[in-house]
T-cell receptor, first 114, second 114 residues
Framework: AQSVTQPDIHITVSEGASLELRCNYS??????LFWYVQSPGQGLQLLLK??????LVQGIKGFEAEFKRSQSSFNLRKPSVHWSDAAEYFC????????????FGPGTRLSVLP | GAVVSQHPSRVICKSGTSVKIECRSL??????MFWYRQFPKQSLMLMAT?????????EQGVEKDKFLINHASLTLSTLTVTSAHPEDSSFYIC??????????FGNGTRLTVT
């Protein structure tokens, strides 16, 4: 069955440091891939998405992600983290081959030290 | 664009009463909307897929008689939690897809049943 995994439950970085959040997927074919961010008590906001083409995608708030087919990964990166980036981050996948179900990873909680 | 509005953001009700949550797509038409439930510090759990003009499709283990979904128009879906009990207390989030492949989320509803 299709799945999306995020190996890191919780990551802590210092403000100004670089960030990489990991995401791996398992699908029969390359899915559409997404990163969402959720602040406490809020819904999810789309950061970026990958459908096809350039494997390095740019998103909002200075985030980018790189699709690597050989590693079945879609890691999220940011060169310099701001305190306001502290939140929960979800990777998600979708494939036309599996109906309309989006599959979400378990999430990675990001804490930012001042 | 692609704004999803969810109301109310918070609701407290007594055990045995029913609560209705509204989900509206403000600037696009959504033939399909999705309802999720999120437990503290966990990922999203898909409850049901709401289809405009037809019956909702519920995920396994979700009681359709307890969680009534109505999708009467292309911009509105409602979730009614009937005869609510404390175990129904949770964070409920709706979403709608644009182009069939990108989910946009409401801000969620925090339901507390006393």
């Amino acid at each position: 069955a299709q799945s999306v995994t995020q190996p890191d439950i919780h990551i802590t970085v210092s403000e100004g440091a670089s960030l990489e959040l990991r995401c791996n997927y398992s699908y029969g074919a390359t899915p559409y891939l997404f990163w969402y961010v959720q602040s406490p008590g809020q819904g999810l906001q789309l950061l970026l998405k990958y459908f096809s083409g350039d494997t390095l995608v740019q998103g909002i708030k200075g985030f980018e992600a790189e699709f690597k087919r050989s590693q079945s990964s879609f890691n999220l990166r940011k060169p310099s983290v701001h305190w306001s980036d502290a939140a929960e981050y979800f990777c998600a996948g979708y494939s036309d081959n599996y109906g309309q179900n989006f599959v979400f990873g378990p999430g990675t909680r990001l804490s930012v030290l001042p | 664009g692609a704004v999803v509005s969810q109301h109310p953001s918070r609701v407290i009700c007594k055990s045995g009463t029913s609560v209705k949550i509204e989900c509206r797509s403000l600037d696009f038409q959504a033939t399909t909307m999705f309802w999720y439930r999120q437990f503290p510090k966990q990922s999203l759990m898909l409850m049901a897929t709401s289809n405009e003009g037809s019956k909702a499709t519920y995920e396994q283990g979700v009681e359709k008689d307890k969680f009534l979904i109505n999708h009467a128009s292309l911009t509105l879906s409602t979730l009614t939690v009937t005869s609510a009990h404390p175990e129904d207390s949770s964070f409920y989030i709706c979403s709608a897809a644009t182009g069939g492949r990108t989910l946009h989320f409401g801000n969620g509803t925090r339901l507390t049943v006393t």
